[in-house]
């Protein structure tokens, strides 16, 4: 719905390793006042590219018939999938989210080859038609996290590591983990996915120096958090409703 201006975006990032330089005797709180300042800016930047034509003509028809694609490897309820590849799920993800991501992949900013291969088939109408059809789904989540994790794994989420200058996670994902925007919902994500995201932030996302893009607001989080706190936070989230 809302693309935005790789400058604008780039102007936020700035900002943002600005916020983190500062000293931290104020910690959450300024960490948290920082991050609503990042949504905001988000939610209301301007739209930019790709609005001339995305509302064309796709017939409800081809976006089914689409969707069913798009559920024989994101599962039926477009729940997520654990085989050898974690398959994200999709159910209940925020549109502006899921098109953002859709164009990332095609505009190579977001490397992954499957997914090359599915959205660069794909016109701007379809990303659109499809984006809205996923947020009605709700299924269950899979689960399967280690239960162990999740006490831990809350505590980080809601706030946050201040020694580690980690900011809360329901900061910029709300409170429930439901997402807004460009910022996507994490609740019911699979749970070796969110790991693989997180330990790989910097290898797949925001890969098109050319295009500097909203994964830059993630990146100093994902680059921060160690390897027992990914899997603590991932579990959290992925048992979440
Ligand atoms: C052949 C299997 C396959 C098909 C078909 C497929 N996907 Fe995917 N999709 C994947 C995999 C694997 C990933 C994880 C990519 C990664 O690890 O970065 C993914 C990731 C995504 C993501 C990123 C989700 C996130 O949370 O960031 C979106 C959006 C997406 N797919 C949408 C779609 C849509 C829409 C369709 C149908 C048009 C579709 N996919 C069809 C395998 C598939
Ligand atoms: C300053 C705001 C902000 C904070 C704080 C933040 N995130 Fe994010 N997060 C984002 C944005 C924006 C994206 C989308 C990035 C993109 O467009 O590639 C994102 C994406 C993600 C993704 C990718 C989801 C997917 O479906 O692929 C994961 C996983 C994630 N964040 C986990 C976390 C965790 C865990 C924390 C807390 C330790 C956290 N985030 C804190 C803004 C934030």
């Known amino acids: 719905m809302c693309p935005f201006k790789s400058l604008q975006v780039a102007e936020r990032t ?19 006042a920082a991050a609503l300042t990042v949504i905001l800016a988000i ?65 190579h900013r977001r490397t992954n080859n499957i997914m090359f291969n599915v959205a660069h088939a794909l016109n701007p109408a379809m990303i659109a038609g499809l984006a809205e059809n996923f947020r009605r789904l709700n299924p269950p989540p899979i689960g399967g996290g280690p239960r162990g994790l999740v ?14 200058n980690i900011a809360a996670c329901a900061a910029c994902h ?21 790991i693989k995201e997180l330990t790989n932030w910097g290898k797949e996302r925001g890969q098109n120096p050319a295009q500097p893009d909203t994964s830059a607001i993630m990146s100093p989080v994902a680059h921060s958090l160690s390897k027992p706190q990914i899997e603590a936070v991932a579990a959290f989230v992925s048992d979440l409703r």
């Open 14 to 32: 700035i900002d943002l390793n600005r916020w983190r330089a500062r000293p931290w005797a104020a910690k959450i709180a300024g960490l948290q």
């Open 151 to 164: 006490a831990k794994g809350k505590n980080i989420f809601e706030n946050g590591v201040p020694d580690a």
């Open 174 to 194: 709300g409170p429930d983990a439901t997402g807004t925007g460009e910022i996507p919902r994490l609740a019911g994500q699979l749970y070796p996915y969110v």
């Open 43 to 107: 939610v209301f930047a301007a739209p930019a590219r790709a609005e001339d034509g995305k509302r064309g003509p796709v017939s409800q028809q081809g976006i089914e018939a689409k969707l069913g694609y798009c559920k024989d490897c994101h599962g039926p309820s477009a729940q997520g999938y654990r085989g050898y590849f974690p398959i994200p799920r999709l159910a209940g993800q925020q549109p502006q989210y899921l098109e953002n991501q859709l164009r990332a992949f095609i505009e």
